[in-house]
């Protein structure tokens, strides 16, 4: 049997182990089934900014939130919290399933080839993730064709990544880039723009996200010739315009950004 | 003042109006702001079928279901109702903004060119869109890169559709298809499984995810070289995995399906 020391006795009924998005981080987005799992959780698990958007908890919840970014440790204390007989929650921000914990849940379990944990009653539940919840905001700029890459280079090469990013570029798809920048590899960003800017007008529409659905929420509209590097980073999510992409300005100064469902008959479709 | 002759007087208060997704069609993932909307609404407008997932609604609101597909005059309607002081609901499937209601919306105001449409509360809120219920279902085959891509060639040629598939297969990117097939177009599901299986192993994971979150919900898991296209209609999201998708299996015969975080270190990305 599985066991990380629980701090209470191990409890008599089935464990298991639920992974949850919190969506963008507005109450108002959360599905009601991440909220259920909240609620019914004895253990949560997660990095701390996302723990503390999933809360406030009982007492009787234990807590375990943590600074480090090590999603496969995380994963695999949970496993071994579930296979012990407990209810766990592991916290994601977004969708778990899209660049967030879900992928390591399922690392965590091949990797471990445990038939205990194996046996665990696992739920990914869905959740908003945060290029449609900066779309939402602003229109409908994901209303067609769309790909969402990473640009972080953590896990993969930077040549893989530059090669989807000139290959979407040329397939005239509208891009979501989660990860964009940081401050380990703020030079990468600009090589991104750079590929896309061979293929994309310099007024195509650029979207960037910032904390949608909390209160420092931002949601800027700047084109692909304008773009301001210093206000992205790795919470920024980054959407850029295909070349269908439309402005159109609203009442009261509003823009709002649709990609159109059509696509014109034309034998090429790149700019 | 626009008017669509309400049946009732018009209200006194401010219109507006709300573009809302249903999600995959489970209570449990539908988003509180979009259920606070739909009970808020004196006119909900939209497709029968999710009108039918959307309700039951109350004697003092007026529901507008329709058959027919003609997304921009639903559009049409619910501005005017909006500028005539109506609370309104456009119900969507899904994420409104993925291959949906959301863009219908904005192209309608643009197109009006009306100051009374340009001043309506617009409000679009984001939902869980089938691809991610369906990946949630199975695992996390959408947890690194992907696209999602319209099969549909109503309003793009298939030109372009092809060139899309092409592209995002060179890149290696997960795929998820919306649309894939229909009775008027059988053929091209097949074209587009060509174009992938140049690029894609035999082996591959293919997943088929219909009615996610419904009675009759199924998720098919499969490969590129043995789907069979008779279980794929136009309410399938049929998602392929990349060059690195791993199929995993569990206790009881059950399988997860994910994408890993990582990428190996290699000059070519595609197999």
Same sequence: chains 1, 2.
């Avoid at 004895?42 to 990095?47: A, F, L, M, P, V």
């Avoid at 080839?113 to 700029?141: E, T």
Wanted: contains cysteine.
């Amino acid at each position: 049997m599985q066991s990380d020391e629980p701090r209470s006795a191990s409890p008599t009924h089935q464990g298991w182990l639920r992974v949850i998005g919190l969506g963008p981080g507005d109450p108002a987005l959360l599905a009601p089934a991440a909220r259920a799992a909240l609620s019914e959780a004895e253990d949560i698990i997660g990095y701390r900014t996302y723990i503390q958007l999933a809360g406030p908890f009982r007492d009787d919840q234990r807590v375990q939130d943590s600074d480090n970014r090590v999603e496969l440790e995380r994963a695999r204390h949970a496993f071994q919290l579930a296979a012990a007989g407990h209810r766990v929650v592991i916290v994601s921000s977004g969708d778990p399933g899209v660049f967030a914990m879900a992928t390591a849940v399922i690392e965590a379990l091949e990797q471990a080839k445990d038939p205990a944990w194996s046996a665990v009653d696992l739920q990914i539940i869905p959740g908003i993730s945060a290029a449609q919840a900066a779309a939402a905001r602003i229109g409908a700029p994901l209303g067609h064709d769309f790909c969402t890459l990473s640009l972080s280079d953590n896990l993969k090469p930077w040549t893989v990544i530059a090669r989807r990013l000139q290959l979407a570029a040329e397939a005239d798809l509208v891009i979501a880039l989660y990860n964009p920048s940081s401050h380990a590899r703020p030079h990468q960003f600009n090589e991104a723009l750079a590929v896309l800017s061979a293929h994309r007008k310099p007024e195509t529409p650029v979207i960037l996200g910032q904390s949608i659905g909390r209160a420092e929420e931002q949601v800027i509209l700047t084109t692909l010739a304008e773009i301001d590097p210093k206000q992205v980073d790795m919470r920024t999510v980054v959407i850029i315009g295909s070349s269908q992409t439309r402005i159109i300005e609203a009442a009261e100064g509003r823009h709002w950004v649709y990609t159109p469902r059509w696509y014109p008959e034309t034998g090429k479709n790149e700019d």
